[in-house]
C-alpha cells in the first residue's frame, strides 16, 4: 500500500535483470519470465522447520515465546511448531488475529476513549474490521490453502458502482465515468495524432496502430468522423435492453469534455491498477479471521495465551525472560528464544534490555489512523434497487469509500462499509461517539444513496483503529533504509522481531507472513549451527 | 452480445431523454438518473399472471403448450404456471435448458457428425458448455434470487491473467500489457497537450485538468521530467516484495513504445468496458443449469416432457393441435395457445399452417457458430504456478479465449475452457473430432502454458454448438428492423413466438427471459380480455 507507482524507474529495471537498453528482446524477455514459474513466486522460497532437523542430528527442539497473537506471531509459532518447537503465544487482546478482527453479533470492544460497543448482527452477517482482501500473488493465499480456508472472490472493482465527487454534484456509475474519460481522452490523443503533433515521437506505423488502438479503446469515430467521441453503450443505460423492439433506454450524455474533466470522476480510475489491488482480489469465506483461528488450531489452542499482556522482557545470557500479567496475576515465561511480534510503537513501551539502538529505532515508525464502520441494513437494496452486487464506490467526501458486501448476494440482510479512511479522515472520524460515526457516516452517504441508506439501517459497529487497545494504529511507515530498521533486522540476543511493519508489504497480512518466516528461518539456522 | 459500443449516438441520447444540447445540466441529470431506481432497471416493469386473474373474473386458465424447454420456454411455463394455466413443455434433448447445457461426468452427447462424447470429469468438475455469466443489470439475476439460486463472481477478468498476440511472441500479463499502454498513451497525451497541440479543443483549465487525469491514469512523470513513462510497480514484479530489505524484483521493461504497440497488447482492452461484460458479473453456484433446474422444478417436473419432438403445429379455429414423436410414439395435443420457443431456424423447419410471411421471416436469422472444451486438469497448475486465480486469457489464436475456473479455488483439481470462439474459429474447431479438437487445444495453448498444458490433461469436453442436435447454433442475428422480425412480435392465431432471438440480447439468457414474458404477457391479456 504504501509503495509508490513510480517507484520502479527503468533504471532499476534494467538495473535488476542486468538486461541493457537494447528494446528489441526486452519484450520477448519479459513475455518469458511471465510464463516462468518465478514470476508468480509470491515470496523467496521458504522451507520451514521439519522434526527431522531435530532427529537426524541429535538436536532438540528450543523453547520460544512469541509477544502478540496477530498474523507474525501466529505464523512464528505455526512455522516453528511443525519442528516441534515449544511455543508460547502472548496476546494481550481478548482474541487472537490483532488487526485481523471480525466482527460478528456479539462482539465486544471497549476503545482507549472507553467506549464500549457490542454489535448486534444478525447471524451471518460480518465486518472485516481490519484486512479484507487478498491479491492473488500475495503469500496469504499459500497460507489459506496450507490451513484448507476456503477462499472467494473479493469484490474490490464494480462497473456499476459509483463515482461520486462533490464536484460532480450526483453519483454516476463507474461504468459511465470511465467511458467518458476513455472516450475524450481517445479523441484527443487521435486528433493530435492524426495532426502530425506527434510526428517527433512515432513513426507512421506507430501512429496507425495507435489510431487503431484508440478507436477501440474510447469507442471513437474514425478518420472521417473527426475521431469524435460521441457516447457508447459502456455507459450503462437507464433501461436495458429487452424483448422484441425494446433496444433500451440510453443514459442520458454524455457531458461536453470540460465538463467530465471538471468533474473529476476519473480521480479514482488508477486505484484498480496497482500490483496490490488490481482485481481478481480474494477474502476467506465466512470472515477475515478465519485465519487466526485456523492458525490457532494448528498451533494448538492451549498455546496460545489471550489476555496476557507483557510487562517485561529480559535477555539473558543463555535465554530470555518474559514477565506478563493474566488475569490480574504476574507470570514469568523463561524461553530459550522470543519472537518479538508486537506493533513497534507498542513493543517500545515494553521494558526491556535489548539497547538503546533498538529501543531509538522502534521509536521511527510513524502510525497512520484509520477508521471503519459496518451497516448492517435490513434488506439489500444495493442489490434489488441500484444491481449493485458488491465493489466499490469512491468519493471525495472525508467517509472515502463504500464497500458493498462481497458474499450472501441475495440474501436477506448484509453489511455495507459505511466508511473506510485513514489520515485526518479517520481522526475526525475517530474523534466521535460510535453513535456519531453512524451519524456522519449515514449523512455523507445519503448523498449518494438517498434516504434508503438512513431507514434500512439495523445497526453499526465502527473501529478507530488508532484508539483500538494493544493496537493503536493501523500500520506503520517502515523507515525502510534506515541503520535503525535494519537493526530490528537482526535479533537482539535471543529477541527476533516480526511483523509487517519489517517488511516492504506493509498493512498487508502477507507483509507479516513473511516477515515472520525471515524471523523463524534465522532463528532455526541458528539453533543448527550450535 | 451484438450491440455496437458505438451504436448509441449522442443525438440518441439526448432524443431519448427530450433534453436539449446544453451541457451544463447533463451531468447532474446524468447522474441523478443514476440513482433513481429506473436507472437500474433490468427490463420493463412485468406482472406475472395470478390466480386472482382468474379467481376474481370468472375465467378459467388456459391450455398451453409451450415448443422447446430452452430458458424462453421453461420461463412461459413458469410465469403462466403462477396463474394456474395449465402447460406442457415439449422438449427434443434429453434435459431442460436448452444452450444452458452443463456437462458433468457422465454426460453423454451424440453430435450431428457422429460423434459421441460422454464426460468424464470428476465430482464436483463441470464446464457450463453455453452460457456462463450474468451481468449484474440482466433479469436472469432476478430469476436465481426468486428461484434460490445461489450465485458467486464469475471472474471475467483478470490483471493475472495474459495477453499473448502472436506478434509479442510470447504471453504477458494483463496488468503489464494494462501499464504500459496507459502509461504510453498518457505520456503521449499529455505532450501533445503540454505543447498546445490541442488547444483548440481545450481551455486552459481542461489542461491542467486532464494533464493531472494522466500522471495518475498512466503513471507518468510530471512537466520536469516531460511527461516520461519509464515503468510502474503497477507492471507486476518477477518476485513480489518480501519482508526486511526485499523490496521485490521488477519484471524487465517497459518495452519501447512502438514495441508495445506492435505486440497489439491493447486489442483485448476494451472488452472489459461492454455494458453486458464489464465485472462484476456473476454465475450460479454449481453450474449454470441450476437455473433450468429450479425452473423445472417450479413448473413441476411431469410437465416438461423431454425426448420430445415436435413434428407439425396447426392453428385451428379455436385452439392450436401440436403433433410431436417421444419414445418413437406420435402424440397429439390440443392447446388453447401454443409458445412456440424453439430456434427459429429449427422452428422453420416444423410443417405448420402459421402462414408463408412467418415461414419466411423465420428463415431470416442468421445462425453463428460456436465452440468451447472444457479441459480437466489433476491440479490447478494455473493456481498454483501462476498465481492465477480466474479470469480469461485472450489470444488471437484460433482459441481465442482460455478461461480459468471460478469456482472451487485451492481444490484438488479443476476445468479450464481451452477454447471458446465463434464464427470461421468454431468451425475450424467444430470440424474436427473431439480427439481433434484436444490435439489443436492443447497444441495452440501449450505456446501460453508450456508443457503442463499437456501433462497435467485429465480428460475433455467439446461442444460445437452449430454440430448440436435440436440447437444447430450458438445463437442467431435478429433482423430486429425487418416486418418479418415485426411479424414474429405477434401472434401467429394461437400461436406465440419466444426466444432470446425476439429481443435486443440475444445470445443472452436476458434475452430470453424477457422475451418469453412479453410472450405470456401478450396472452395472458388476451385471455383476460376476452
Keep these: 500500500m504504501i509503495v509508490s507507482d513510480r517507484s520502479v524507474s527503468r533504471r532499476r529495471f534494467l538495473q535488476s535483470v542486468g538486461v541493457s537498453g537494447g528494446a528489441g528482446a526486452l519484450f520477448a524477455t519479459m513475455g518469458a519470465l511471465g510464463l516462468a514459474p518465478a514470476a508468480a513466486s509470491p515470496a523467496p522460497p521458504f522451507s520451514p522447520p521439519r522434526p527431522s532437523d531435530f532427529h537426524l542430528t541429535g538436536r532438540k527442539p528450543r523453547r520460544v515465546v512469541v509477544l502478540g497473537g496477530g498474523i507474525a506471531g501466529l505464523t512464528a509459532a505455526y512455522e516453528l511448531g511443525k519442528a516441534g518447537y515449544d511455543c508460547t503465544v502472548l496476546e494481550a487482546r481478548g482474541v487472537a488475529g490483532g488487526r485481523n478482527l471480525t466482527v460478528r453479533g456479539g462482539t465486544t470492544e471497549t476503545d482507549l476513549d472507553g467506549h464500549t460497543q457490542r454489535a448486534r448482527f444478525s447471524p451471518g452477517v460480518y465486518m472485516n474490521a481490519g484486512p ?252 434489488q434497487d441500484l444491481r449493485i452486487y458488491g465493489g466499490i464506490t469512491e468519493t471525495d467526501m472525508d467517509l472515502s469509500h463504500i464497500w458493498y458486501p462481497s458474499h450472501s448476494f441475495h440474501s436477506d440482510r448484509g453489511l455495507v462499509i459505511g466508511y473506510y479512511n485513514t489520515g485526518t479522515n479517520a481522526r475526525t472520524y475517530g474523534a466521535l461517539t460510535p453513535p456519531g460515526r453512524e451519524a456522519r457516516a449515514i449523512a455523507q452517504g445519503s448523498k449518494i444513496h438517498g434516504d434508503v441508506y438512513r431507514t434500512e439501517l439495523a445497526s453499526s459497529f465502527s473501529i478507530a483503529w488508532h484508539r483500538t487497545r494493544h493496537l493503536e494504529g493501523a ?38 507472513f513473511v516477515s515472520a518466516r525471515a524471523a523463524v528461518t534465522a532463528l532455526h539456522h541458528r539453533v543448527m549451527s550450535h
Design 475 to 512: 500500520w506503520t511507515s517502515p523507515p525502510t533504509g534506515t541503520p535503525g530498521y535494519h537493526l530490528l533486522l537482526q535479533p537482539a540476543g535471543h529477541v527476533y522481531f516480526a511483523g509487517d511493519w519489517l517488511s516492504h508489504e506493509v498493512a498487508w497480512q502477507h507483509g507479516a
Design 132 to 383: 479484507a482482501r487478498l491479491a492473488q500473488w500475495m503469500v496469504t493465499l499459500d497460507y489459506c490453502r496450507e490451513l484448507g480456508v476456503p477462499i472467494e472472490v473479493f469484490t474490490n472493482q464494480n462497473a456499476d458502482a459509483f463515482v461520486h465527487t462533490e464536484a460532480a454534484g450526483a453519483p454516476i456509475r463507474y461504468r459511465t465515468a470511465k467511458a467518458d474519460v476513455y472516450g475524450y481522452v481517445s479523441e484527443l490523443l487521435a486528433k493530435a495524432t492524426d495532426q502530425g503533433a506527434l510526428d517527433g515521437s512515432l513513426t507512421a506505423q506507430d501512429k496507425e496502430r495507435l489510431l487503431t488502438f484508440l478507436q477501440s479503446f474510447g469507442a471513437i469515430g474514425g478518420r472521417t468522423a473527426d475521431w469524435d467521441y460521441a457516447g457508447t453503450s459502456r455507459r450503462g443505460f437507464a433501461a436495458y435492453p429487452g424483448a422484441g423492439t425494446d433496444a433500451g433506454t440510453p443514459l442520458p450524455g454524455p457531458p461536453e469534455l470540460s465538463e467530465v474533466f471538471a468533474a473529476n470522476v476519473g480521480r479514482y480510475f488508477s486505484f484498480e491498477f496497482g500490483y496490490d489491488q488490481a482485481m481478481l482480489m480474494f477474502q476467506p469465506v465466512g470472515g477475515m479471521d478465519r485465519i487466526p483461528a485456523a492458525l490457532t488450531r494448528a498451533i494448538g489452542a492451549s498455546r496460545v495465551h489471550l489476555g496476557a499482556q507483557v510487562t517485561s522482557v529480559t535477555d539473558r545470557a543463555g535465554d530470555v525472560e518474559v514477565v506478563y500479567t493474566r488475569d490480574g496475576r504476574t507470570r514469568t515465561i523463561i524461553a530459550d528464544f522470543c519472537v518479538a511480534a508486537l506493533p513497534p510503537h507498542l513493543m517500545a513501551r515494553v521494558p526491556h534490555n535489548l539497547g538503546a539502538g533498538v529501543q531509538s529505532a522502534l521509536g521511527t515508525f510513524p502510525v497512520t489512523p484509520s477508521g471503519k464502520i459496518g451497516l448492517e441494513y435490513r434488506r439489500r437494496w444495493w442489490e
